[in-house]
């Protein structure tokens, strides 16, 4: 079951994000941020989490890439499934979901920044029509390595672009 994420939802959000730092695959962060900070860069709308058996096992959310007004239709997704739930169909129905309710709130396009070894992440992204529109070579460091990452973009069909 799908749901808009709510505070209650806060530490199991929190738990996934972890499981995706401890991969080394999933984000350049190395610490969890306090709920204020994660919650204070996420767009209050399109945030949803997957609930199986009453627990959260995944969620999506999207961050503004700017603040400025030209680019308030422009956001960024994050998507984070419990490592021991994989490969189970959340994340398409998650994000799904999110490019639905992004639309809805007019937002035009969608980007996404993944790391070139996080082939599952890429391939859900092309399922839903992201297409890869470059390369970002060594634009930052985990544990003292340079990494790259691809950068991977949906236009909303609802406007024609």
Do not use: C
């Not at 199986?52 to 956001?75: C, E």
């Not at 599952?120 to 390595?145: P, S, Y």
């Amino acid at each position: 079951m799908i749901r808009k994420m709510n505070e209650q939802d806060s530490t199991r959000v929190l738990e996934i994000y972890k499981m995706g730092i401890e991969t080394r695959n999933a984000t350049f962060e190395t610490r969890v941020p306090s709920w204020a900070d994660w919650d204070a860069g996420h767009l209050k709308h399109s945030r949803f989490v997957y609930i199986d058996n009453g627990k959260v096992i995944g969620w999506v959310a999207l961050s503004p890439v700017s603040s400025r007004s030209a680019y308030q239709g422009v956001a960024e997704i994050s998507i984070y499934i419990d490592t021991n739930t994989l490969g189970k169909g959340i994340g398409s129905l998650l994000i799904y979901k999110v490019i639905t309710s992004s639309e809805e709130q007019g937002i035009w396009s969608l980007y996404s920044s993944v790391f070139p070894e996080n082939t599952a992440t890429i391939k859900l992204h092309e399922k839903f029509n992201f297409r890869i529109i470059g390369t970002r070579e060594k634009i930052g460091q985990i544990d003292g390595k340079w990494r790259d990452t691809i950068l991977l973009e949906r236009r909303s069909s609802m406007t024609g672009l």
